[in-house]
């Protein structure tokens, strides 16, 4: 052991201290070394604000080998298994499942003008107003071009998700529109509880709840009243 000791600083002085180190004030330490997550105490030789171990210690905290060969010295270090993990981690990471700042302004925007539509169509039924054929196409542009720029947006899993309940929403209140501009067509009026049960009113208002309720946990939640 005194031998193979002696050896090993041997090295150490011949491999890192060139004469003009040799000649200064070195100290000696006891640390403690980490290699590749591996840890161990060794001696640390301080010389001119610089720090040197010998490499038999520096092969057994590294789990290595150190071999002799003639002038010829091989450290070998197996791969580190901690690096590899720690490199391939990002490919593993789940995607993030949140909603971007700009869909969710998007997706506010296209919710915003599908309740004004709702609202208009609310109103007409409770004060028998006229519906002419026309009456809902300007809603329903504003509402396809704030859908698009939505589904533009959309750059998470989350917003993805989410789009396609928008897009449902549009649709339903989209056919709420035509469903009630054909019963004013053929009954000439329109009972306010006739739309407040009906179940295409009731979807479409659940799904805003839940939209809404989403927006404000930022995370995409999936509810069948949207589909």
């Not at 001696?43 to 001119?48: N, P, Y």
């Amino acid at each position: 052991m005194r031998k193979k000791s002696w050896r090993g600083w041997l090295i150490l002085l011949v491999l890192l201290i060139v004469p003009e180190l040799a000649r200064s004030q070195a100290v000696q330490q006891s640390r403690t070394l980490i290699v590749n997550g591996q840890s161990g105490p060794v001696k640390i030789v301080e010389i001119d604000g610089r720090s040197y171990v010998d490499l038999e210690s520096l092969a057994r905290i590294a789990n290595g080998t150190l071999g002799f060969s003639g002038n010829q010295i091989t450290l070998t270090l197996p791969s580190s298994a901690a690096g590899t993990e720690s490199a391939a981690a990002p490919s593993r990471l789940p995607a993030n499942s949140g909603f971007s700042r700009e869909f969710l302004r998007a997706s506010i925007e296209e919710m915003a003008v599908i309740r004004e539509w709702r609202s208009a169509l609310v109103n007409s039924i409770e004060n028998n107003f006229p519906i002419q054929e026309d009456w809902g196409e300007g809603y329903r542009s504003q509402a396809a071009s704030s859908l698009e720029l939505a589904s533009v947006a959309a750059s998470t899993d989350s917003d993805r998700s989410a789009v396609q309940l928008l897009s449902s929403e549009f649709e339903n209140i989209k056919a709420l529109s035509v469903q009630l501009l054909a019963e004013r067509k053929s009954m000439q009026y329109v009972s306010p509880e006739h739309l407040k049960d009906d179940p295409l009113n009731q979807k479409i208002l659940t799904c805003a709840r839940s939209l809404a309720s989403m927006a404000v946990g930022g995370q995409f939640v999936d509810d069948a009243s949207c589909h």
